[in-house]
């Protein structure tokens, strides 16, 4: 009997990849799979982020306790769509303060969340982070932010 045979299944995470279908380019398939890939896109909703990030952090109420967890996991994907963003294009890599964010960021998004305090602290914490990573994202990569409500989408 080997290791892998005596660990359960979820431990090795590689049995369970299945890998990319290759696709090659200029094909009708190609092209399929990108107009798919693009009508799943969805926008990154900044003036929700920025309603979020000022309920948080500047609002005399902050969101109530059973609201924290929602709030926690929406700064962590917002998170992870403006990391995308800052490292996407490898032509130009970030600077070292959008690395430094992005990695912060990520570190306090995978601690657990805590409660009461300790978790309002917590959402603080990465709530300040994604607000310096949308500052810094705008400054870097041209970020346009709209007055109007309707048009926030990026």
């Known amino acids: 009997m080997t290791v892998m045979d005596a660990a359960p299944p979820a431990a090795c995470p590689l049995s369970v ?17 990108v107009v798919a890939r693009l009508r799943l896109w969805r926008p990154l909703p900044v003036g929700k982020i920025l309603d979020t990030l000022h309920q948080v952090l500047e609002s005399p109420v ?9 709030v926690h996991w929406e700064l962590r994907s917002w998170h992870e769509q403006l990391s995308t963003i800052a490292t996407a294009d490898q032509r130009f890599p970030p600077p070292s303060d959008v690395l430094r964010l992005v990695h912060a960021g990520k570190a306090i998004g995978d601690e657990p969340i805590g409660d009461g ?19 810094e994202i705008a400054r870097t990569q041209g970020l346009r932010v709209e007055d109007e409500e309707d048009q926030y989408d990026v």
């Not at 696709?23 to 398939?29: A, D, G, I, N, S």
């Not at 305090?117 to 500052?135: N, P």
């Open 17 to 33: 990849h299945v890998p990319e279908k290759h696709v090659p380019l200029r094909t009708p398939e190609f092209y399929a799979e």
């Open 62 to 70: 902050p969101p109530p306790d059973q609201k924290l967890v929602h």
């Open 117 to 135: 305090t300790q978790a309002l602290g917590h959402v603080r914490r990465l709530a300040s982070t994604l607000s310096d990573l949308l500052d």
